[in-house]
């Protein structure tokens, strides 16, 4: 490579033509040949840092250093053309574009006819692969543009009087080829297409050219003057008996796409010049118009329905590339331009059924829409707007229509990333749409509303909004959307419908995303309104609660279903605060989310969580200090009401509580709330976490003390629970204590996270796990009970498998080993079956770390046993794969070290052959494979 960089330099610095470039020009490119094309063998970690590709590159600059190189570069790359291996014809193809840029016209006339034929040539070649033909139509694109002599007809005669493109034109115009038959016609038409285009849209005379020689008599044989006659007086909505010519079609497309092309580079004389392409276009657009909109009603039996789709494809690109002008020099009259958008439109509201056909007609709409925007075309927005946005975005406001919900938010959402006013309309339509549902579904009795609704908030987080925030003018939209949704839900009978029909939980994720895209501003307009609804509706001694935090039994123990969703509709609203917004009456707000939490309801606690992470703002708490006071007696509460009733193993002096709590209030008794008020710490913990706070200490160890605890493991059944469902009298609490270590860890979408404002720590994780791995280790260590352990088992690979791997990485000498255990125990019970894979690909990261493999050969027959059995799992298709892999890669270990273990792997890998799942079978084959050969 540093050879190639040498001839560049020196050619360069001798440009005169009687210097040493001129002189010695035929002599160094005879060196320089010998090395093209560019092979090149080395493989990774060789200690070379060239590729193939640099020193091509840098070869190819050499190549073009001086003219002086012309007579010896062009025939040599010409002659490479012709070779049989592709990798040659590749790059002559790049090198040749390149050379003819850096020649320029007067050197590269002189080769214009020879260049042809060789692109010719492998263009039409139907052997070529795709990408082969893509550089060759880029390369005659560039020739055509540089090789501008003073006889402007050259290289346009080249091509149009070429013998081989008469013919071929010839041959689309004539009757036996008027119904395309063969995907090799399919082909050959394309490249001929391709051709014809890049020479019209060079220039506007070759644009003339090309128009005057092909342009009207294309069109007159797409169909019969009969046909069209026909097709006028059936207002073009009947088929044509006659033969449809495609070829015809295909490059009369073609080159109004080129005229498209030619109008945006020079729109200013277009209409001037006599005999222009604009006129000639003029003259035949009204026949040309008719003809592809007959095509839409394609219904030839005779014809493969891959070739029909052909044809009502052309059809509409044609129509779009009429639609897509711009607007100062569109040939097309205002009437046809609105005639093309209503067409589509009927068939995007009315046609459905043809999927294809739908979709064509969808993506035309969004590209017309777009190049309105681009353009700035003020009056075709105006015709856009009525005709397209003003009937296609309505359709998800109605609930009753024989269109699924699915295609009318697909089309709505097109039509939408037109432009920023079209998909404000969309949002608009989508606010309408769920609040009517909200509205009229007791009226209707649709219990189906709440999927209905869901799927119109899915539409409106996970695309509007996204898309709008890119583009801006969100924030006043989310304003007025979460106020509207504040004012459908501040009736108590409207909250019952709303959780008897499974709405709420649709209603509280779009209410978070509403709030997070607004401004501290208006959140806190949101938030006030949101606090008076709440001040007037529920039945608390709100008064109570304004000073502190109220004792137990001042606390309202239950609440009716409405009341308990307008909780959960204002935890949506402070999850998405942001840090800065100001709260009003923040103590009587945490006593709001306070009783609710301790009667188990889980939304309480993302607010507190969200509340705790973010500190936000309040007069009332001038110093952090009155905050953690607050925190301090609400963790206190948990835990005592958790506790209550419980194994007097685990007293208030160890779980760190005071003793002057009451821990027999009346949520004592209600298991399933202290699987929730759990499931509370948990995400309490995690906001803690995430902004670094120590408490999160006191949490974790109580959450620790829960899983030792034998006597209440022993009082449970062990494998009939389901964390966090809150549905089974039997869930165990030590299960829920396990499973709340995975909340802390693991990244969430229901609150805590970037999108809601969250403070996030850098490595809170890493430091997370840091701490807790010693004393996990420890009462691993310690426990005996084998149902303790499984616990304290899954509570430590949650830690794990959501650690960053290059620290757990770091202290695999200790943690190994119990990974490997957790690994054989875990895959007992269906229910960890995530776990397991989770805890696979940490083990898996450790396989590719150098330090790791160092721990695993140190115990390399225990982590191999514990893989071949995880090649049966029954519970996960993926954790059989993962162990095959695993394997795989342990024949990168000495050979000494993993012999022994030969056989048993082996005959784990002969076991998977017979799997069900394919990519099982096909890791298993190379795990066999691999072992086999060991000697």
Known sequence: MLSFHVVEVVMKLFPDSSGLAAQFAGDVFEI??????????????????????????????????????????????????????????????????????????????????????????????????QLLISEAVNCLKTAIMYTDSSDKDLFINLILLDEDIVNKIRSVSSVEKSILSSSEDL?????????????????????????????????????????????????????????????????????????????????????????????????????????????????????????????????????????????????????????????????????????????LSLKALTSIGSSIAEFHASEREVVYYR????????????????????????????????????????????????????????????????????????C???????????????????????????????????????????????????????????????????????????????????????????????LV??????????????SSIIVGLRPQTPVPDMMVMINLFTVFLLNGKIPAAYALASIFNKYLHSPEFSRENQLDKILDDILERCFSTVLANSSSKISHSSAGTSDDVDSSDVFSGNKLSKINILSSLAWIGKGLLMRGDEKVKDISMFLLKILCSD?????????????????????????????AFHVMMSDSEMCLNKKFHARIKPLYKQRFFSILMPIFLSKIKETTAVTTKLAVYRAFGHIISNAPVPAVITEAHQILLVMVDSLAKLSLDIEDKDLVYSLLLVFSGMLMDEKGKECILDNIQITISVLTELVSYPHMMVVRETALQCLVAFSTLPHSKIYPMRRKVVQAAIKALDDKKRAVRQAAVRCRQTWQSFA
């Not at 053309?81 to 390149?98: F, G, T």
């Not at 709030?515 to 529920?538: F, P, R």
């Open 32 to 129: 320089l040949s010998k090395y093209f094309p560019v092979y090149f063998t080395h493989g990774v970690g060789n200690g070379l840092d060239a590729t193939r590709e640099d020193l091509s590159r840098a070869l190819m600059h050499a190549f073009c250093s001086t003219q002086y190189f012309e007579p010896f570069v062009i025939p040599l790359l010409l002659d490479k053309l012709s070779s049989s291996l592709p990798l040659a014809k590749i790059d002559s193809l790049k090198y040749l574009d390149n050379c003819i840029r850096f020649y320029g016209a007067d050197r590269m006339v002189r080769h214009a006819s020879a260049v042809w034929y060789k692109l010719k040539e492998v263009i039409f070649d139907l052997s070529s692969d």
């Open 187 to 359: 082909a050959q038409l394309h490249a001929l297409g391709s051709v014809i285009s890049i020479l019209a849209e060079s220039s506007t005379y070759f644009c003339t050219r090309v128009l005057q020689e092909h342009f009207v008599h294309l069109v007159d044989i797409v169909g019969t003057k009969a046909d069209y006659e026909s097709q006028q007086l059936n207002n073009c909505n009947g088929s044509s008996s006659a033969p449809v010519n495609y070829g015809a079609l295909y490059l009369s497309v073609q080159l109004l796409s080129s005229c498209r092309e030619v109008a945006y580079k020079d729109c200013s004389s277009v209409k001037l010049a006599k005999e222009s392409w604009w006129l000639i276009l003029e003259k035949k657009l009204e026949q040309l118009i008719h003809l592809l909109r007959s095509f839409f009603t394609v219904t030839s039996r005779s014809m493969q329905p891959l070739f029909r789709q052909e044809y009502v494809s052309c059809a509409v690109k044609g129509l779009l590339t009429l639609a897509t002008f711009p607007e100062q020099c569109s040939p097309l009259p205002a009437n046809a331009y609105e005639d093309i958008l209503l067409m589509f439109t009927s068939i995007v509201i009315n046609k459905f059924e043809n999927v294809d056909l739908w979709r």
């Open 387 to 458: 005709t397209v946005v003003d009937k296609i975005v309505p359709l998800v406001e109605s609930y009753d229509t024989s269109m699924p919900l699915s295609l009318r938010l697909e089309a709505s959402y097109e039509v939408g990333t037109a432009g920023l006013n079209y998909m404000l309309r969309v949002a608009k339509s989508l606010e309408v749409a769920v609040v009517t549902n909200i509205s009229e579904s007791e009226a209707n009795g649709r219990m189906e509303c709440a999927e209905h609704v869901a799927r119109l908030f899915e």
């Open 460 to 554: 409106y987080s996970s695309q509007v909004l996204p898309w709008l925030l890119t583009s801006g003018g969100v924030n006043e939209l989310a304003l007025s959307f979460a106020l509207r949704l504040l004012d459908e839900t501040k009736d108590l009978t409207v909250l019952d419908r709303i959780s008897s029909q499974g709405l709420l939980d649709s209603l509280m994720t779009g209410m978070k995303l509403l709030v997070g895209v607004c401004t501290e501003e208006q959140q806190s307009l949101i938030v006030q309104k949101a606090y008076s609804i709440i001040s007037s509706m529920l039945s608390l001694p709100m008064k109570l609660m304004t000073g502190r935090l109220l004792a137990v039994d001042e």
């Open 557 to 570: 123990p239950s609440h009716s279903v409405p009341e308990t969703a307008l909780i959960s509709m204002f």
């Open 711 to 739: 006597e209440i493991l022993a009082s449970i059944p062990f494998h009939q629970e389901e964390p966090y469902s809150g549905n089974s009298s039997d869930t165990s609490l030590a299960i829920s204590a396990a499973s």
